[in-house]
């Protein structure tokens, strides 16, 4: 039976029906850029295990607000991808759409921004410190304001129940 037809009595189903599917590109890669980008593996170590715990939350409020309103896991739940690149000392958290095969399809969307750098305010943002959650202005831009931060009680503050990033 294909999961869009079924109908889930609770969210430990349909987050099982959701880890079914196949997973999406590798992101490997993109972690171990993270470790670059500190002084220490400590602190690499430290950051990266509260950006995983920040994911599992989005990706935990995604299940649960996909289930309430009976939606199939394909449609709730996006991919939750990381990119470190050229962003200014920020990990951009995208979502990526998946068809009903798991297949990694059409829209990209960035989710938020989370600083990996202590940082004095600028023209554009404000002072920021490592773990500050932004909302996004556009893709490649965050917001000005700090909505939260992933080392306290991870990054739950900065999101919606939805798993938005909340507005100020």
């Known amino acids: ?5 079924q109908k889930f009595s609770t969210v430990s189903e349909f987050i099982t029906a959701r ?3 196949p997973a999406g590109p590798d992101q490997s890669k993109e ?4 470790a670059k980008r500190f002084a220490s593996a400590e602190q690499a170590e430290k950051f990266t295990i ?4 920040f994911i599992a939350e989005i990706e935990a409020r ?4 996909g289930f309430e309103r009976n939606y199939s896991p394909e449609i709730a739940c ?3 991808q990381i990119e470190v690149g050229n962003t200014g000392g920020f990990v951009r958290i995208v979502l990526q759409h998946r068809d009903f095969n798991g297949n990694v399809t059409g829209q990209r969307m960035s989710h ?3 600083s990996m750098a202590n940082s004095a305010a600028t023209k554009s943002l404000c002072a920021r410190e490592v773990g500050d959650v932004f909302k996004c202005a556009t893709y490649k831009a ?3 304001h700090v909505r939260g931060n992933i080392f306290a009680d991870a990054g739950c503050e900065a999101l919606t129940a939805d798993a938005h990033i909340r507005y100020l």
Do not use: C, E, G
Request: net charge positive; hydrophobic share 50%; no cysteine.
């Open 78 to 80: 996006d991919h939750v």
């Open 19 to 21: 880890d079914a599917m």
């Open 1 to 5: 039976m294909n999961t869009a037809d």
């Open 31 to 34: 972690w171990a850029k993270i």
């Open 112 to 114: 938020s921004f989370v």
């Open 142 to 144: 965050p917001a000005t």
């Open 50 to 53: 509260a950006l995983r715990k």
């Open 62 to 65: 995604k299940a649960q607000y």
